[in-house]
């Protein structure tokens, strides 16, 4: 009994040191508070999936079989692709970093593979997408961040008949689930050896092996020794999962969909915020891929709103654009990046670098912090010129009007510190009021 015992506790603790041993390296922490300092990025959503123009869901969506799904590596020519075209976008916009889609659900690869010949090499453009993008962004500098399914809806080796989607692509053949693990890990291993220095794996599609109200996954992820294969290649490298629950040891962000940390708007959310850094992402209209007939675009003001609230709670916004089958992304896209670009020009600062979690959420707005700076983003009109913005303790030696450095009146209370506007001019999309601390 008692070795009985001993032998449990042996398995039970060493099982339990696994799952937990993960140390960051220093310099995996210095690029965690880069990417914090970031707070604003594009997300790209694109591929063979834009050609339908319903979105990148069209495959499961349309109970697409393999066998059709597969032509359309025969039609994707996108030949207006510009990559210093993106990579410019997004910074006008104000973004400091890209994460873009290298292999969605349908399992097609945006770059020249080893392991898959459903791949870019064979499509009319026969042009490395990942690598076209990398160059750019390296040659711009801004960072690149990797998105990565780990659900695929082609292959007979992915444990479909456990998973929750693809089950419309005709497969029969029910494959071997270590073989998948290792086209990943092969797959993996290819990105972050050719392509430079990668900012971040962004893997999604996890949910699909967790069975509705449970979280336990029907299959083993092996995310240990996925994470730790990444980590080898590139320290720096920071590994997010989209699996919507709490992070697994190994994962050095968190990221929520379309949602703010913790809130649960659309079902996906509900896990509660982490000490990791923190990102959240959202569509600029209500689709990620190309969606033809999707004209519900959001306004520049709800966008930059976003930006404040998000960094507010303490958490980075990723957003989306899905361009055009030909490459170019479309022009409401495009207007709208540069308005909020324009915006963060002049209010960047209150933004870039910052940290969030001052106050707790407020509904007039949301409070940003460096140093000994507090920034004040009161994001509605307010009708009688004074609020009081809870939690401020520290003695607040002035208060001045962002835009044009104005004195703005205050009190100090024991419970925060309350602002006067009347006879300021408020801001029809943010007033900013600074705290010197
Ligand atoms: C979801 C969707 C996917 C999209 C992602 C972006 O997980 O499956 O299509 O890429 O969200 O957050």
Redesign the pocket.
């Known amino acids: 009994m008692r070795t009985f015992l001993f032998v449990f506790a042996f398995i039970f603790i060493g099982g339990l040191s696994h799952a937990q041993s993960y140390t960051p390296t220093p310099e995996n922490l210095a690029s965690r508070k880069q990417f914090e300092d970031m707070r604003f990025g594009m ?1 790209i ?1 694109w591929g063979p999936f834009s050609i339908p123009g319903s ?3 069209v495959m499961n969506e349309r109970n697409i079989t393999v066998k059709n799904y597969t032509r359309l590596e025969k039609f994707f020519n996108p030949i207006d692709f510009d990559a210093a075209q993106y990579v410019r976008t997004a910074k006008d916009a104000g973004m400091k970093y890209i994460t873009l ?1 290298t292999r ?2 349908d399992g097609f690869s945006m770059w020249d593979t080893k392991y898959s010949d459903f791949n870019i090499m064979h499509t009319p453009y026969k042009k490395d997408i990942v690598k076209l993008m990398a160059d750019e962004c390296h040659k711009q500098g801004i960072k690149l961040v990797l ?1 990565y ?1 780990l ?1 695929d809806w082609r292959s007979d080796d992915y444990s479909y008949w456990t998973g929750r ?1 693809g089950q419309g692509t005709g497969r029969t053949v029910h494959g071997d689930w270590n073989e998948y693990i290792k086209f990943m890990k092969n797959q993996l291993t290819e990105l972050l050896t050719n392509y430079g220095e990668v900012e971040g794996i ?1 893997f ?2 996890y ?1 699909d092996q967790v069975k509705k109200g449970e979280t336990k996954p029907q299959v083993d992820w092996h995310t240990g020794e996925i994470y730790s294969l990444i980590h080898k290649l590139q320290p720096k490298c920071l590994i997010g999962d ?1 699996h ?1 629950s709490t992070p697994l040891p190994g994962e050095d962000f968190q ?1 929520f ?2 949602d703010l940390p913790g809130g649960n708007t659309t079902g ?1 959310g509900g896990a509660s915020a982490s000490s990791l850094p923190l990102e959240t ?1 959202e ?1 600029m209209n209500n689709s ?2 190309f969606n033809i007939t999707d004209t519900n675009y959001k306004s520049v003001p709800k966008l930059i709103h976003y930006i404040v609230n998000a960094a507010g709670y303490n958490a980075n916004f ?1 957003l ?1 654009i899905g361009p055009m089958p030909n490459g170019e992304i479309q022009q409401e896209f495009t207007d709208t990046l540069k308005s909020i670009g324009q915006w963060l020009k002049v209010n960047g600062e209150t933004i870039y670098g910052t940290r969030g979690n001052v106050v707790p959420k407020q509904e007039w707005g949301a409070v940003t912090i460096k140093g000994k700076t507090l920034y004040v983003h009161i994001l509605k009109h307010l009708d009688n010129g004074s609020l009081l913005i809870p939690n401020i303790t520290p003695k607040v030696l002035k208060a001045i009007l962002f835009s044009d450095k104005r004195k703005i009146k205050f009190e100090q209370q024991a419970n925060g510190v309350t602002i006067h506007l009347d006879n300021i001019p408020q801001d029809k999309i943010d007033t900013i009021v600074q705290l010197e601390i």
Do not use: A, P, Q, R
Request: proline share 0%.
């Open positions: 997300f959503h979105g990148e869901w889609i969605h659900h998105y399914s659900l989607t962004w999604d599609g949910w989209n919507h990221m969909e379309k996906f992402c569509t990620w891929g990723l989306n």
